[in-house]
C-alpha cells in the first residue's frame, strides 16, 4: 500500500501547501466558470426570447452570432478576447476577466438556442387555449409556457452547465493558473523525486471535477423527477 | 394581435442590446481601473503597448514572464514559491530597480505574444535567442549558453554522430530543436519522435533508439539522475543563447538590463545563480560550460 501511494505520486500532493493549492487553483476554475454560467443564463433567456422575433434583422444578427460561437473554438475565441483586445485597441483585461467574457459570450448563444427551442416546442394550441379560457398574455406565459420552458431547458442546460466547467482548463493558454495548471507545477517540481506523479494527481483532478459536477447533475435529475409528477 | 407582439419584443430586444452594451462598457471600465495603478504614467506619456523604464518604477511592481512548470529554470515549490535559475535572475533585476516582482506563468508558445501585447515587461523563462524571434521582441545580452546534447547507455556510448549505424535509430521529441537540427544536418540518421517528455524517456529505456538527442540541459540533467546513462555528446550544432527578452522597441527597459548584466559579473552572480539552483540538475562538471557571466560569451 505505501508502494502504490509512492509510485502514483500521491505522496506529493501532500507535501507542502501542494494540496490547498490545488484546491486552489480549483476555486479559479470553478469562479470563473460560475459567474460565466450565470451571466449566460440570465442573457441566454433574454437572447432566446428574442431570438423567436419574427424580425428578419435580429433574426439575422442571432444567426451570425450563433453561427460564430458554433464555427470558433473557445481557445481562439480566447486569443482574440485576451491577446487581440490588448493588440488592437490597446485593452488591457485581467485574463481572467478575459475568460468571463469568453465564456459568457459562448453560453449566452448556446442558452439563447436552448431557450428558444424550449419556447417553439409549446405548440399553439396551448396558446389558443389559453387565450380562450381568458387569460391575458403574461397569466398565459407565466402560468402556461414559461413553466413547461423551464422544464424542458433543465437537463439541457445542465448539459451545458458542465460542458462550460469541463472546457475551464483552456484558460491555461491565457496564463491563467487554475486546477489542472497547478497540478502540471506540481509533477514538474517533483520530476526526478517522483516521476510517476502524474497519474496521482491528474486523478485527484478527476475527482475535484467529479465532485463540483455531480451534485449540479443530481440537482437537475432530482428537479426533473419532482417536476414529472 | 401581431403588431402588439412585434413591439413588446422590439422592446424586449432594445432592453438585451442595452443590457449588453452597458455590460461591455462595464467591463472595459473594469478592466482599465484594475489597471489604472499600472497604466496612469502611460497615458500621459505614449500610447506603447509597453511600459518603460520610468513607468515600471513608478508602478512599484513588475510584471515577469517565467516557466511555472520547467523544473529547474522555472518551477513553483511545495510552499507555492517560485523558484530555478530564471526565477533567481528575476528576484535580482526586480530588487536592483527597487520594486516588487510579480511573477506570470508562461506557456512556452506564449512568450512573444505576451510580450507584444503588454502583458508582461520581461520574459525570463528559458528563452532562446533566435533569429525569428529577434524579429518580434527585443533581446538583452545573454545569461546562459545551450546546445544539443547526445545522451546514450554507458556500456555502448555515442560520442560521435558517425556512430550511428544504418539500422539504429536516435530518438527526439517532436517539435524540438534537436528534432530540426538533425533532420536538417543529418538526414541519413533515422528518428523515432515522441510528443512527450516521458513517452520519449519510456523509449529511450526500453532500447528502442541507441541515442536520446534533444538540449544538452535535458540530456546532462538526465545522465545524472538515471544511472548507466553517459551524456557522449554534450555539444552537437551551433551554439545558442538563453537570454531575457522585452517587447521589441523599449529601449530604456532593454538598456537598463543589459547595465545590470554588465555589472553582475563584478559578483559573478550568475555562477552564484546557478550554485543555488542548477547545481543539484547539472553538477558542476557543466557550470563553465553552461553559465554565462557579464553577457559574454566565451
Redesign the interface.
Known sequence: MQALVTDLGFDVLFRGTNFTRLLGGMWVTLEISLISVALSIILGILLGVVMTLKNPVTKAICRVYLEIVRIMPQLVLLFIVYYGSARLIGLKFEPEFAAVIVFTFWGTAEMGDLVRGALQSIPIHQYESAYALGMNRSQTYFSIVIPQTIRRLLPLSINLVTRMIKTTPLIVMIEVVEATKVARQIIDANRVASPNAAFGLFFVIFVLYFAVCWPISLLASHLEKKWSN | MYMKN?KL??L??L??AV??VV?VMA??S???E??KGE?TANSDSS?T?YRSLDEIKESGSIKIGVF????PFG??????EYQGYDVYFARRIAKDLGVEVEF????AA?RV??L????VDIILANFTVTEERAQQVDFALPYMNVALGVVSPSDKAITDLSQIGTDDAVIVISGTTAEIYLEENNPEITLKKYDTY?DAKTAFENGQGVAWANDNTEVIAYAN?VDGYTVGIPKLGSDDTIAPAVTKGNESLLNWINDEIKSLADEQFFHKDYEETLVD?YGKDYEEELVVEGGVIK
Open positions: 412585434t419584443f422590439k424586449l430586444a432592453a438585451v443590457l449588453m455590460g467591463g472595459c473594469k478592466a482599465t484594475a489597471d497604466t500610447d503597448i511555472s512548470d520547467k523544473n518551477f513553483v515549490d511545495e510552499n507555492g506570470v506563468s508562461t506557456e506564449n505574444e505576451a507584444q501585447t503588454g502583458k516521458s539522475t540538475t
